[in-house]
């Protein structure tokens, strides 16, 4: 029985074989559309047009079943179509979701706007609350339950074994989108969750460049669905943006180690400055999912978010006058972005149960010195 590799390794190796052909260490870009084939209906390794199936893309679903510890890894164009083409997969008209309410805006909004007109309801509750996760699921047509943790943005904690034990008993697919944490400091596969959805956008790809997202599928039936889905529909990723994924998963760990320890740094700075009402990061002792956070994650993750004592006055004030926190929508790049949610990545929430107070402000800690990083809060923030 082989060795079973540690995590570094299965980031750098999973699915990257040498070009068997000229040696190449970096398997090439197989930026084509179609395959010639032997002859009529026989193919070349099994690849005949790219929305089906195409080298490079093949090698980043490798690595992502492997960094997640699951069977199959499926790549897409962004998260959102990952997550469609999950819903399409697993849900049919009628059916009913619980999710947090303190999931990413665009997630509500698929679920909301675009499978709601199709007959899939929702209902949103505090999953740090187990009797009304159990509460809100209806008997015989609630099919999924839908966790992230951390949250976004307010950095809620969600306890993934206990959930998938709730959900498993009522028969529900449970699902749980680790865009925050990444596999570096959680995998939700092995706390009982049967599906992971990712923004590889984020963490994953980690350089700001490329869009994408992720299934990784333990069901054989579910992913059979999800893989039709993904040739039929479409949504697939690219061979670039695939390729660039892959390069940015080779350094998930190392960056990993210092969004990490930066955004700790910055968490205790700022606790008790006058001008915050919070500092909302799970690192800090005093952070009400600190404990589980520290049980189900290997680290507490580069992201962070403020709540300002003066309103959105002071953290509009606060999040146009940073330097280093570029003022721009997504996270987990090696730069620091700093975001309002309220009117960005969250404005399409407002007035629902997910609407985010107008005094937050989220920061994505990058893998600048954290001393540059501190002065540029500090000179942006109100003076003590």
């Known amino acids: 029985m082989a060795r079973k590799q540690h995590f570094n390794t299965v980031a750098i190796h999973a699915g990257q074989e040498f070009d068997p052909t000229t040696g190449a260490v970096i398997p090439p870009i ?5 395959f010639v084939q032997k002859s009529i209906g026989e193919l070349r390794g099994g690849y005949e047009y790219s929305r089906g199936g195409n080298p490079t893309r093949d090698s980043l679903q490798t690595l992502l079943a492997a960094l997640e510890g699951g069977k199959h890894g499926l790549s897409f164009a962004s998260g959102l179509a990952a997550e469609d083409t999950l819903l399409r997969a697993a849900l049919s008209p009628g059916d009913h979701i619980v999710m947090g309410n303190d999931v990413y805006g665009g997630t509500h909004r698929l679920i909301e706007r675009v499978h709601g007109p199709w007959g899939i309801r929702n209902t949103v509750v505090d999953m740090s609350d187990l009797r009304a996760v159990e509460k809100a699921i209806i008997p ?28 498993h008993r009522a028969g529900l697919i449970v699902v749980v989108d680790n865009t925050f944490a990444s596999p570096a400091l959680q995998r939700p596969l092995l706390h009982g969750a049967d599906v992971v959805v990712h923004s590889t956008t984020k963490y994953l790809g980690g350089h700001s460049d490329v869009l994408g997202g992720a299934l990784i599928i333990n069901d054989d039936a579910l992913a059979e669905k999800a893989q039709f889905l993904q040739f039929a529909a479409g949504p697939v990723s690219a061979p670039l943006d695939a390729w660039l994924t892959v390069r940015g998963i080779k350094t998930l760990s190392v960056r990993m180690d210092r969004h990490c320890s930066n955004a700790q740094a910055i968490a ?12 909302y990061y799970p690192g800090l002792p005093g952070h009400p999912g600190h404990a589980l956070a520290a049980k189900q994650m290997s680290g507490f993750g580069g992201m962070l978010s403020l709540a300002f004592v003066g309103g959105a006055k002071a953290a509009r004030r606060f999040a146009e006058k940073t330097r280093l926190f570029q003022l721009a929508e997504s996270l987990g790049g090696v730069e620091s972005l700093v975001n309002y949610p309220s009117e960005m990545t969250h404005a399409s929430v407002r007035g629902t149960a997910l609407e985010v107070p107008d005094n937050i402000v989220r920061l994505s800690v990058g ?8 002065h540029d809060l500090d000179r942006a923030l109100p003076k003590k």
């Open 30 to 34: 197989y930026q084509t559309s179609t």
């Open 140 to 167: 015989g047509e609630t099919k999924m339950l839908w966790i992230e943790t951390p949250s976004n943005p307010l950095m809620k904690i969600s306890d993934i074994a206990e959930l998938a034990e709730i959900g």
């Open 367 to 374: 893998i600048e010195d954290v001393a540059d990083l501190i």
């Open 268 to 279: 205790e700075h700022l606790v008790g400055h006058p001008a915050l009402e919070a500092v």
